[in-house]
């Protein structure tokens, strides 16, 4: 009787060892393929672009001619539209995390608006461009300028931050406020005090990462009708522009194949500007981050 056991416990170790091993391997093929594809986009891209990458690139606007196009308007565009989306964005974001958080009640309409939140988090950002057309666009009557688009992607990723930043706050831990309390101070001095301070590296993370969202949608910001071709630069909120997502489309979009190259030099810019945007999070989430 314990032989036919020990054989069975044998039996049964073998089989979860070959299914841990299976296991391995698939999830390592998984990743191998993921890496190899970004592997063959990274050099795809950089071939086709390094060599129309030169100072002329970033002073030069857009051009009928290849060798003469620039992707000048299309940053100035994009910082201008991120002057606007990222101020909005965290200030009514960060607001309506510390309402539902620190002073809604905890009821059925509470719980609805946060389900309802998160849902909007993963709403595809065409559904938002129409948004922004119907109420910015035609109705406030903005036209295509930086103001509604801006304000447009700040609706794309306002759902984001509220997330990010309720998150946040929920991490601060309790002890904390009591203590505040325990001192004599208010609710909104625990809250501009304690609370936000130690949840701060949390949302700067979470606005960052959104923020890099923004930077690189295009479906919105072509349904309210962005430009595609501009050599010039934003003067006001009120102006005419475009950002690189959709500059670089126009270039791919071009039959001559010269453009394509153009277009992979304006991705290796965007990319370099993500990356950037990325590291500032993490950097931000290592050095700010505390344990209590």
């Not at 990319?271 to 500032?280: C, G, K, T």
């Amino acid at each position: 009787m314990e032989l036919i056991n020990e054989e069975k416990v044998i039996k049964r170790t073998a089989s979860r060892l070959f299914k841990n091993k299976l296991s391995k391997w698939i999830f390592m093929l998984a990743t191998s393929i993921g890496l190899i594809v970004l592997a063959v986009l990274i050099y795809r891209i950089l071939s086709q672009g390094l060599g129309y990458l030169s100072m002329d690139f970033f002073t030069n606007y857009a051009s009928r001619k290849p060798e003469e196009a620039g992707i000048n308007a299309a940053i100035y565009g994009t910082i201008w539209m991120m002057a606007i989306t990222g101020p909005v964005s965290l200030v009514l974001g960060v607001g309506c995390a510390i309402y539902l958080e620190l002073y809604a009640k905890k009821n059925a309409f509470t719980r609805f608006i946060q389900m309802n939140i998160s849902n909007l988090a993963g709403v595809p950002s065409i559904v938002f461009g129409l948004l922004g057309l119907t109420v910015f666009v035609r109705l406030m009557e903005m036209g295509r300028s930086v103001l509604a688009g801006g304000l447009t992607m700040s609706l794309l990723i306002l759902p984001i931050i509220v997330v990010a930043a309720q998150e946040a706050i929920r991490s601060v831990p309790k002890e904390l406020q009591e203590a505040s309390y325990g001192m004599g101070a208010t609710k909104w001095q625990t809250i501009r005090r304690v609370i936000l301070p130690a949840a701060l590296p949390g949302i700067l993370t979470g606005g960052i990462l959104a923020l890099s969202r923004a930077v690189g949608e295009t479906a919105p910001l072509i349904m309210i009708g962005a430009l595609t071709f501009v050599a010039f630069v934003p003067e006001n909120i009120w102006s005419g522009f475009t950002v690189m997502p959709i500059q670089i489309y126009n270039w791919t979009s071009r039959p001559q194949v010269e453009f394509h190259d153009v277009a992979a030099a304006g991705i290796i810019v965007l990319l370099v500007m993500l990356l950037i945007m990325n590291s500032i999070a993490i950097i931000i989430r290592n050095k700010f981050s505390k344990r209590y």
